[in-house]
């Protein structure tokens, strides 16, 4: 929660004390706020309308930092940094997915001892904390103010590359092959900046086809350029020298489905190198053990 004065500590048992203190405020006052400490009131959580959240969105993959001491709204969107607003349709699945990984309070991204999760879109400052006396997720949102949050809640921003470092990272070099069909398909289509997604796979269980693999991937498995680009950079960055990670290091293959083509991934054992291909759709079949990406959504 965000105290509005400097020394309060909104993680007290008696909620209710001074004037100032927010959560009554939010809740109904002194006898919603007893209710929710004895257990004879609970939060629940209603179905409304996403009027600002337009369209799917994939899950955003997400950086964070705990607050080291109270601090004012423009101080912790100053320490996010660019590209730290969520758009309301990437944070919807965002939260749904952290919230659904941590439900009943597991121990995940989000911090689940009561402090608060922060996320900022240009609107307002989304509030997002374990309830550990009711035992459920709470969500509130917030307008910036002067107001200062205290020192351990968790601000959360997606991860964005820019398209000018990302043309750059996708270049051949020492230990790293980019085929020039990837630099002409995929590279040259991206524009603007992208989030670095989350992402889901399954490896396949015998020798597949295209059409095989992109019906078992299901609704929203194409990737758009700009979003590969980034994801690739984040995971190939993990997996620098072949490291172990999401993308198999094996020798094996790692697809990839845009509108234009299939990416083909790997780690090459003799090289000793990532290699990255194109190739168009056809009715070949890809080998039992490789394994196919798509964004979660």
Known sequence: MKPKGETMNWMTKD????????????????????????GTVKFTVTETSNAKATGTAIVADTKHFDLPRNMSDSEIEEKLGDGHIWEEN??????????????????????????????????????????????EWVVFTWKRDGGR?????????????????????????????????????????ATGTAIVADT???????????SEIEEKLGDGHIWEENVLLTTLEHLLTEQEGGKDGKLLNNGFANLFYTRSCVVYVYWNTDDRRWVIFTWKRDDLRWDAGYRAFSPAT
């Open 15 to 38: 909620w209710t004390q001074g004037d100032l203190n927010a959560v009554v405020k939010k809740i109904g006052g002194d006898g919603i706020a007893r209710g929710i400490l004895n």
């Open 90 to 135: 990437v944070l919807l699945t965002t939260l749904e997915h952290l919230l659904t990984e941590q439900e009943g309070g597991k121990d995940g991204k989000l911090l689940n001892n009561g402090f608060a999760n922060l996320f900022y879109t240009r609107s307002c400052v989304v509030d997002v904390h374990w309830n550990t006396d009711v035992r």
């Open 149 to 189: 949050w205290n020192a351990g809640p968790r601000a959360f921003t997606v991860t964005e590359t820019s398209k000018t470092s990302l043309d750059e990272f996708f270049q051949t070099r020492s230990r790293f092959f980019v085929s020039d069909g990837f630099r002409n398909l995929v590279v040259a289509k």
């Open 200 to 210: 889901k796979h399954f490896d396949l269980p015998r020798n597949m086809s295209d």
